[in-house]
Protein backbone atom coordinates (compact mmCIF):
# COMPACT_ATOMS: atom_id res chain seq x y z
CA UNK A 1 0.00 0.00 0.00
CA UNK A 2 2.96 2.45 0.84
CA UNK A 3 4.37 1.43 -2.38
CA UNK A 4 1.20 2.31 -4.36
CA UNK A 5 0.75 5.57 -2.65
CA UNK A 6 4.66 6.85 -3.13
CA UNK A 7 4.34 5.49 -7.00
CA UNK A 8 1.30 8.25 -6.88
CA UNK A 9 3.48 10.72 -5.55
CA UNK A 10 6.61 10.67 -7.70
CA UNK A 11 4.96 9.47 -10.93
CA UNK A 12 4.54 13.06 -12.60
CA UNK A 13 7.57 14.96 -11.21
CA UNK A 14 9.28 11.58 -12.33
CA UNK A 15 7.73 11.93 -16.00
CA UNK A 16 7.77 15.70 -16.08
CA UNK A 17 11.90 15.27 -15.32
CA UNK A 18 12.38 13.04 -17.47
CA UNK A 19 10.57 15.27 -20.47
CA UNK A 20 12.35 18.33 -19.89
CA UNK A 21 15.54 16.57 -19.62
CA UNK A 22 15.18 14.58 -23.23
CA UNK A 23 13.83 18.06 -24.56
CA UNK A 24 17.23 19.86 -23.65
CA UNK A 25 19.04 16.32 -24.95
CA UNK A 26 17.59 16.61 -27.66
CA UNK A 27 18.00 20.07 -28.96
CA UNK A 28 21.95 19.78 -28.50
CA UNK A 29 22.35 16.18 -29.93
CA UNK A 30 20.24 17.27 -33.10
CA UNK A 31 23.10 18.05 -35.16
CA UNK A 32 24.56 14.79 -34.51
CA UNK A 33 21.36 12.73 -35.41
CA UNK A 34 21.23 14.64 -38.26
CA UNK A 35 24.20 13.12 -39.26
CA UNK A 36 23.59 9.96 -38.00
CA UNK A 37 20.96 9.76 -39.91
CA UNK A 38 22.90 9.99 -42.94
CA UNK A 39 20.50 12.64 -44.31
CA UNK A 40 21.47 15.99 -47.09
CA UNK A 41 20.80 18.48 -49.45
CA UNK A 42 19.94 16.26 -52.33
CA UNK A 43 17.23 13.21 -50.68
CA UNK A 44 15.92 13.04 -47.22
CA UNK A 45 17.52 9.43 -45.15
CA UNK A 46 15.22 6.61 -45.63
CA UNK A 47 15.15 5.47 -41.64
CA UNK A 48 14.00 8.83 -41.06
CA UNK A 49 10.38 8.48 -41.31
CA UNK A 50 10.34 5.42 -39.67
CA UNK A 51 12.20 6.77 -37.07
CA UNK A 52 9.08 9.60 -36.65
CA UNK A 53 6.16 6.76 -37.39
CA UNK A 54 8.27 4.65 -34.24
CA UNK A 55 7.57 7.94 -32.11
CA UNK A 56 4.26 8.95 -33.07
CA UNK A 57 2.85 5.60 -32.70
CA UNK A 58 5.07 5.38 -29.27
CA UNK A 59 3.55 8.62 -27.86
CA UNK A 60 0.09 7.17 -28.47
CA UNK A 61 0.27 4.46 -27.03
CA UNK A 62 1.81 6.14 -23.57
CA UNK A 63 -1.18 8.57 -23.90
CA UNK A 64 -3.86 5.57 -24.36
CA UNK A 65 -2.23 4.00 -21.11
CA UNK A 66 -1.94 7.53 -19.46
CA UNK A 67 -5.80 6.58 -17.27
CA UNK A 68 -4.62 3.56 -16.11
CA UNK A 69 -1.18 5.20 -14.38
CA UNK A 70 -1.05 5.94 -10.83
CA UNK A 71 -0.83 9.57 -10.47
CA UNK A 72 -1.95 11.03 -7.40
CA UNK A 73 -5.41 13.33 -7.62
CA UNK A 74 -5.49 15.88 -5.29
CA UNK A 75 -8.95 18.28 -4.84
CA UNK A 76 -7.52 20.87 -6.68
CA UNK A 77 -7.01 18.47 -10.02
CA UNK A 78 -10.18 16.85 -9.39
CA UNK A 79 -12.18 19.76 -9.50
CA UNK A 80 -10.53 22.97 -11.14
CA UNK A 81 -12.17 25.69 -10.90
CA UNK A 82 -14.66 26.72 -14.32
CA UNK A 83 -13.09 29.46 -16.62
CA UNK A 84 -14.88 33.27 -16.14
CA UNK A 85 -15.21 35.44 -18.44
CA UNK A 86 -12.17 38.33 -17.35
CA UNK A 87 -10.89 41.54 -19.54
CA UNK A 88 -7.77 39.62 -20.10
CA UNK A 89 -9.33 36.92 -21.69
CA UNK A 90 -11.29 39.43 -24.06
CA UNK A 91 -8.00 41.11 -24.16
CA UNK A 92 -6.75 38.12 -25.68
CA UNK A 93 -9.15 37.23 -27.95
CA UNK A 94 -9.50 40.63 -29.84
CA UNK A 95 -5.50 40.32 -29.98
CA UNK A 96 -5.71 37.11 -31.57
CA UNK A 97 -8.48 38.37 -33.84
CA UNK A 98 -7.22 41.65 -34.76
CA UNK A 99 -3.90 40.15 -35.91
CA UNK A 100 -5.54 37.07 -37.53
CA UNK A 101 -7.68 39.01 -39.97
CA UNK A 102 -5.10 41.98 -40.70
CA UNK A 103 -3.38 41.71 -43.92
CA UNK A 104 -0.01 39.59 -43.42
CA UNK A 105 2.27 42.84 -44.66
CA UNK A 106 0.93 44.66 -41.75
CA UNK A 107 1.25 42.30 -39.32
CA UNK A 108 4.55 43.40 -37.78
CA UNK A 109 7.22 41.12 -35.87
CA UNK A 110 6.93 43.17 -32.84
CA UNK A 111 2.95 42.37 -32.72
CA UNK A 112 3.67 38.81 -32.78
CA UNK A 113 6.34 38.70 -29.82
CA UNK A 114 3.74 40.85 -27.91
CA UNK A 115 1.16 38.06 -27.98
CA UNK A 116 3.54 35.29 -27.82
CA UNK A 117 5.19 36.99 -24.79
CA UNK A 118 1.59 37.30 -23.22
CA UNK A 119 1.23 33.58 -23.23
CA UNK A 120 4.25 33.05 -21.39
CA UNK A 121 3.32 35.36 -18.99
CA UNK A 122 -0.22 34.05 -18.74
CA UNK A 123 1.44 30.38 -18.31
CA UNK A 124 3.59 31.97 -15.37
CA UNK A 125 1.05 33.48 -13.63
CA UNK A 126 -0.85 30.14 -13.45
CA UNK A 127 1.89 28.45 -12.22
CA UNK A 128 2.26 30.90 -9.51
CA UNK A 129 -1.22 30.89 -8.78
CA UNK A 130 -1.56 27.35 -8.43
CA UNK A 131 1.22 25.63 -7.31
CA UNK A 132 0.78 22.12 -8.43
CA UNK A 133 1.09 23.17 -12.03
CA UNK A 134 4.22 24.47 -11.75
CA UNK A 135 6.55 21.69 -12.80
CA UNK A 136 3.81 20.86 -16.23
CA UNK A 137 4.01 24.25 -16.82
CA UNK A 138 7.86 23.98 -16.93
CA UNK A 139 7.48 20.95 -18.69
CA UNK A 140 5.27 22.36 -21.49
CA UNK A 141 7.54 25.47 -22.01
CA UNK A 142 10.75 23.23 -22.41
CA UNK A 143 8.68 20.59 -24.65
CA UNK A 144 8.37 23.80 -27.32
CA UNK A 145 11.59 25.58 -27.36
CA UNK A 146 14.23 23.38 -25.57
CA UNK A 147 14.51 20.96 -28.79
CA UNK A 148 15.62 23.87 -30.92
CA UNK A 149 18.39 24.10 -28.03
CA UNK A 150 21.08 23.77 -31.19
CA UNK A 151 19.88 26.79 -32.90
CA UNK A 152 20.81 29.24 -30.19
CA UNK A 153 24.30 28.18 -29.54
CA UNK A 154 27.03 30.77 -29.34
CA UNK A 155 28.96 29.07 -31.78
CA UNK A 156 26.03 29.67 -35.00
CA UNK A 157 25.87 32.77 -37.07
CA UNK A 158 26.11 36.02 -35.42
CA UNK A 159 23.78 37.77 -37.24
CA UNK A 160 21.13 35.48 -36.21
CA UNK A 161 18.00 37.00 -34.83
CA UNK A 162 17.26 35.46 -31.94
CA UNK A 163 13.63 36.82 -31.71
CA UNK A 164 12.63 35.25 -34.95
CA UNK A 165 13.97 31.90 -33.77
CA UNK A 166 12.03 32.31 -30.57
CA UNK A 167 8.84 33.03 -32.29
CA UNK A 168 9.28 30.88 -35.43
CA UNK A 169 10.97 27.51 -34.79
CA UNK A 170 8.52 26.03 -32.30
CA UNK A 171 6.10 26.32 -34.79
CA UNK A 172 8.10 25.83 -37.50
CA UNK A 173 6.42 22.45 -38.61
CA UNK A 174 2.96 23.90 -38.24
CA UNK A 175 3.84 26.88 -40.81
CA UNK A 176 5.15 23.75 -43.42
CA UNK A 177 2.04 22.06 -43.68
CA UNK A 178 0.10 25.15 -43.74
CA UNK A 179 2.25 26.28 -46.42
CA UNK A 180 1.56 23.22 -48.12
CA UNK A 181 -2.49 23.84 -47.57
CA UNK A 182 -2.36 27.65 -48.99
CA UNK A 183 -0.11 27.40 -51.76
CA UNK A 184 2.32 29.53 -50.13
CA UNK A 185 5.99 29.72 -48.87
CA UNK A 186 6.16 29.16 -45.24
CA UNK A 187 7.86 32.45 -45.09
CA UNK A 188 4.88 34.57 -46.35
CA UNK A 189 3.08 33.06 -43.45
CA UNK A 190 5.92 33.42 -40.54
CA UNK A 191 3.70 35.80 -38.95
CA UNK A 192 1.39 33.29 -38.00
CA UNK A 193 3.92 31.24 -36.13
CA UNK A 194 3.48 33.92 -33.05
CA UNK A 195 -0.43 33.44 -32.77
CA UNK A 196 0.25 29.07 -33.48
CA UNK A 197 2.87 29.25 -30.43
CA UNK A 198 0.46 30.98 -28.26
CA UNK A 199 -2.22 29.31 -29.36
CA UNK A 200 -0.01 26.14 -28.22
CA UNK A 201 0.62 27.33 -24.33
CA UNK A 202 -3.02 28.26 -23.80
CA UNK A 203 -4.23 25.03 -24.96
CA UNK A 204 -1.52 23.40 -22.51
CA UNK A 205 -2.11 26.15 -19.64
CA UNK A 206 -6.07 25.30 -20.25
CA UNK A 207 -5.86 21.05 -19.76
CA UNK A 208 -2.76 21.57 -17.56
CA UNK A 209 -5.16 22.95 -15.25
CA UNK A 210 -7.92 20.52 -15.78
CA UNK A 211 -5.71 17.66 -14.56
CA UNK A 212 -2.38 16.09 -14.55
CA UNK A 213 -3.03 13.51 -16.84
CA UNK A 214 -3.87 15.67 -19.79
CA UNK A 215 -1.81 17.92 -19.64
CA UNK A 216 1.43 15.31 -19.23
CA UNK A 217 -0.26 14.21 -22.38
CA UNK A 218 -0.64 17.30 -24.41
CA UNK A 219 3.69 17.83 -22.91
CA UNK A 220 4.40 14.04 -24.91
CA UNK A 221 2.28 15.49 -28.09
CA UNK A 222 4.36 18.92 -28.26
CA UNK A 223 7.53 17.57 -27.58
CA UNK A 224 7.15 15.06 -31.05
CA UNK A 225 5.88 17.87 -33.00
CA UNK A 226 8.90 20.15 -31.39
CA UNK A 227 11.24 17.46 -32.63
CA UNK A 228 9.88 17.20 -35.94
CA UNK A 229 10.34 20.66 -36.06
CA UNK A 230 13.67 21.16 -34.89
CA UNK A 231 14.54 18.09 -37.34
CA UNK A 232 12.71 20.43 -40.44
CA UNK A 233 14.89 23.56 -39.01
CA UNK A 234 18.39 21.86 -39.07
CA UNK A 235 17.88 20.41 -42.61
CA UNK A 236 16.97 24.25 -43.89
CA UNK A 237 20.01 24.98 -41.92
CA UNK A 238 22.38 23.00 -44.05
CA UNK A 239 21.02 23.53 -47.46
Known amino acids: ???????????????????????????????????????????????????????????????????????????????????????????????????????????????CVLLLGSAVASACVQAKRFAHTRLLTLCLLACIWAPFGWAFAPWKDADTNIAILLTVSPALLELLYLGSLVGEHAEKLAHFSAIITALKIYLGSLLIRSGPRRGLGYCVATIIVSLMGSFALHALYRM
Open 1 to 111: MTSMSNAKKLFLPFACICLILASFACGVLMPAFYDWTGADQSRPAPIVPRLAIGFVVSALIGCVLLPWVPIQQQDRWQAPQKPRFTLQRLLITVTVCAIAFVPLKIVSLTA
